[in-house]
Each structure stands twice: as structure tokens, then as C-alpha cells.
């Protein structure tokens, strides 16, 4: 069984900056992969970010490229979204998400634990 808790979430400014922090409970955490995804007020949710167990690979959607990036420190359970040049088009609530399997998946159907989500508002 794995829980996740996300934090870091915030108004920022257009430009800015903010990490996101994925806390995971349960040692299967460390041999999954996980994920970050969020949905905007009136839209589906998106894939934003994914990383195999090891951190050996990642992937990110098209919208965030360049822009983010994510990170895990399996010692402390703990998976990171480091997200620069924020702009209004990031608003939206930032769910973690882990599988069941250590590869890497771009689709929600793909994972199994979800947090319950933290709020990223940038103003203009």
C-alpha cells in the first residue's frame, strides 16, 4: 500500500518558480515509477511528468517541456516537480501518482495511488 501527500503548491507570478513535493508512505514506493498529472478548472486532467523507480528516465508532456522537471529521492520516499517559467496556462491542481510497476507510463490509467492533489495559481 502506498499514500501520497503533495505540498509546495502556491500563487506565483507569471515567470516564477515553484517544487512541488510528493511524500510517499509504504517501501513498494521506491520500486515504482510515478508521475505527476493536473487538471484546470472545465478541462481533463493531463499528463505532465513521469519517472521510472530508479529516476533513470523521464518523460515529459508537450505543455511543460523544457519548463519542468522531476526528480525522486527514494531514500526519503520523496518525488520532486521542479517547475520554472511558470505562465497562467500551469493553474490548475497537481496530483502525484504512483504505479504498480517500476517503467515509466503517460496515462492516468497507468497508476494506481493518487495523492489528493495540491493548487499551483499563477497570475499575469
Known amino acids: 500500500q502506498v499514500q501520497l501527500v503533495e505540498s509546495g503548491g502556491g500563487l506565483v507570478q507569471a515567470g516564477g518558480s515553484l517544487r512541488l513535493s510528493c511524500a510517499a508512505s509504504?517501501?513498494?514506493?521506491?520500486?515504482?515509477?510515478a508521475g505527476w498529472f493536473r487538471r484546470a478548472p472545465g478541462k481533463e486532467r493531463e499528463f505532465v511528468a513521469t519517472i521510472t523507480w530508479d529516476g533513470g528516465a523521464t518523460e515529459y508532456g508537450d505543455s511543460v517541456k523544457g519548463r519542468f522537471t522531476i526528480s525522486r529521492d527514494n531514500a526519503k520516499n520523496t518525488v520532486y516537480l521542479q517547475m520554472n517559467s511558470l505562465i497562467p496556462e500551469d493553474t490548475a491542481v497537481y496530483y502525484c501518482?504512483?504505479?504498480?510497476?517500476?517503467?515509466?507510463?503517460?496515462?492516468?490509467?497507468?497508476?494506481?495511488?493518487w495523492g489528493q492533489g495540491t493548487q499551483v495559481t499563477v497570475s499575469s
Open positions: 509504504g517501501r513498494a514506493f521506491s520500486t515504482s515509477a
Open positions: 501518482a504512483a504505479r504498480k510497476y517500476p517503467l515509466m507510463s503517460v496515462v492516468s490509467e497507468g497508476y494506481y495511488y
